[in-house]
């Protein structure tokens, strides 16, 4: 099984390194091309990929394709392979906000492409991602179980319907910048109190992802969590009162509804 990427950007080559590190596909048997020959040949030598001159060239030898452009470009880059996608190829686009039907009219001739959308998101490439997927009628149930099980060492994943996936980009795909940026804005405060970013950094990080974990493997809601660390009259409370005073319930689902509209606007 070939397993062609069109585009090595930052979602290729998170994805890759994920099957890399768990050693799920072996690298000889992953194809790719992008549009700068210096990006995509100097990755494939690394990674000991093969790396093709064309698309159409790569989608002639894959079995699976993945579309790992931007969503802008998704049509024109359909329009260039359309004529060497046969029915027997599986198509996977993990591009925001194109559905399935797009997807399938830019193949045009009604043609019946089996097709799974995806939504990952960076952390696979730590193996700690979180992935949804839907497929048209035309991916058969052998075929859509392999893929995900392929995903299943890259993280936790999920089906989903494709109507869910704008809420699912803003929770999972988006989410790892603000989460970043929230640990960032901790680091920061640790340097106003005069430690270095690096150990903020570290500190903050930390107790972002044993809060996660906990969450994740509890049976209490993480408000009950909430309640368990702020001891009465204590600094949890006043802090997390003053932190509201600023907005940051209403900052958190507002930054939500923004990802949310803006991959509407996509379709
Ligand atoms: N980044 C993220 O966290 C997530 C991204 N996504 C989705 O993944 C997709 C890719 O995003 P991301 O990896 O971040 O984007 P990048 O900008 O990092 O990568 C895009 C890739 O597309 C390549 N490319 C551009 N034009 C062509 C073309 N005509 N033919 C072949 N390759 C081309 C670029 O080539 P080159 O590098 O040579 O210039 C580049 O490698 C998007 O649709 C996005 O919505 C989904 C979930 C999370
Ligand atoms: O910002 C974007 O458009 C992409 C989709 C999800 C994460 N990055």
């Not at 799974?116 to 992935?131: D, K, L, Q, S």
């Not at 006043?238 to 803006?262: Q, R």
């Amino acid at each position: 099984m070939k397993i062609g990427f069109i585009g090595a950007g930052n979602m290729a080559k998170a994805i890759i390194d994920g099957w890399v590190a768990r050693k799920t596909i072996d690298t000889k048997d992953i194809l790719i091309h992008s549009a700068h020959r210096n990006n995509y040949e100097s990755y494939a030598n690394r990674m000991g990929i093969k790396a093709y001159g064309t698309n159409s060239d790569l989608v002639r030898d894959a079995d699976i394709i993945f579309m790992a452009v931007k969503p802008f470009i998704l049509a024109s880059v359909i329009d260039e392979i359309k004529e060497v996608v046969t029915e027997k190829k599986l198509i996977i686009s993990m591009a925001s906000g194109v559905s399935l039907a797009e997807i399938n009219d830019c193949f045009g001739d009604n043609k019946e492409i089996p097709t799974i959308r995806i939504m990952p998101n960076v952390n696979v490439e730590i193996n700690e991602g979180m992935t949804a997927f839907v497929r048209n009628k035309f991916v058969s149930d052998i075929i859509y179980e392999q893929i995900k099980s392929l995903f299943d060492d890259l993280g936790r994943t999920l089906e989903m319907p494709e109507k869910d996936f704008s809420i699912f980009v803003a929770l999972a795909g988006s989410s790892p910048a603000y989460v970043y940026y929230f640990i960032d804005a901790m680091a920061r405060s640790g340097v106003k109190y005069g430690l270095t970013k690096k150990e903020a950094t570290e500190i903050a990080a930390q107790a972002v992802l044993g809060s996660a974990q906990k969450v994740l493997v509890g049976t209490k809601s993480p408000m009950d969590m909430v309640d368990e660390v702020c001891s009465p009259g204590g600094t949890t409370i006043a802090g997390l009162l003053a932190m509201e005073e600023a907005g940051f319930l209403t900052a958190v689902v507002k930054g939500i509804d923004a990802t949310v509209l803006k991959d509407q606007a996509t379709h």
